[in-house]
């Protein structure tokens, strides 16, 4: 068994927690659709007795997972909202989670409308500033849930620095790491407790599973995770835990050419007469761009940005292109566009995304694999329907 922890990402990516399938030396996981497991005996078994509380596709995808992500345990979710939602089940009535302001619009929705009813509060500050998240702790904070870069407008929030305050008033620290990948950032290695993905994105990479994870080197809280995995039972199907597994196998040539693109986009925009406001952390002026540098390989395939011209203006430009599809999600091959204030973030209230800065003209981008001569040319042809609209 050769010794994972001394291989290389782009090898793990495509060998971790998988061998050829003892029976027949199939190469490729076997995809085991059988919701049951016969047992020797009562409760004889060599580790599969029921599908929601193992599963052998599964676990070969959690092993891939952990690999990736450097972390002892990876537990595998339906959607990376199950994911965040069975992580704040660990919590009681009482505490109190301080979250990061600018993220996704249905992680919001959970602290805001789901946790809330049993009683976990949440304090939503800027961490971009460690110095204020330090203040909002309080005696009955239990959590520090970020998300860096943030979606949508990719803020940075220092790792190392929160995972210091975390440490010193022992707390939780849960990193959502979706937008940038095990291939760009490790949460773990910067002292943070967790990380979530949801898998749905850069992990599977097709558009065509929904997936969650949640990671951590810490054995009694995987366990309680674990525990909560079976019970609450909001696990992936073995058919998605394969179709994630074998898109995890290009993870690591997929966030090169995503990461190229997305730089190549982001710079053209910023001297682009239409465009207010560019946010991509590979920016020298992007204020979070020495953060980026730090604590990440490279700043990743997602691109916002103001365009002139308001609702009609954006509304006309997302209707125009033809290569990106005006959609929610990230992080598939394929190009996707889409205005936050109407789509993904339409659950945090208008106030909240004003005053963070979610306007009426930002667009968000996910820059997939394709040829970005070919992007730009479709984002041109938005541009000129933006410019026909505002006139
Ligand atoms: O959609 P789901 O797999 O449940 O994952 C939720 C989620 C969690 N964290 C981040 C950072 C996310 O971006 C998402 C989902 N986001 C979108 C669908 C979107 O278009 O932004």
Redesign the pocket.
Known sequence: MHQENKLGFDTLAIHAGQKPDPVSGAVMTPIVLSSTFAQEGPGAHNGFDYSRAGNPTRDALEGCFAALEGAKHAIAFG??????TTILLTLKSGDHVVVGDD?????FRIFDKVVKQFGVSATFLDMSDPAKVASAVRPETKMIWM?TP???LLKISDIAAIADIAKKKNLILAV?N??ATPALQNPLALGATLA??????YLNGHSDV???VAMTSDDALAEKLRFLQKSVGAVPSPFDCYLVLRGLKTLGVRMRQHVEGARAIAEWLASHPQVERVLYPGLAKHPGHAIAQKQMRAPGGMVSFDLRGGIPAATAFLKALTIFAC????GGVES?A?H?AI???ASVPAENRRALGIGDGLL?L?IGIEDVGDLRTDLEVGFAAAKRAAS
């Open positions: 959607s990376g909202c199950a994911a965040t993220l996704y619009g249905g992680t998300e943030s979606n949508p959502d979706t937008f979530v993905h949801s898998s749905t994105k929904v997936g969650g959609a929610e999600s990230l996707l889409e936050p789509m993904t973030h968000r996910s």
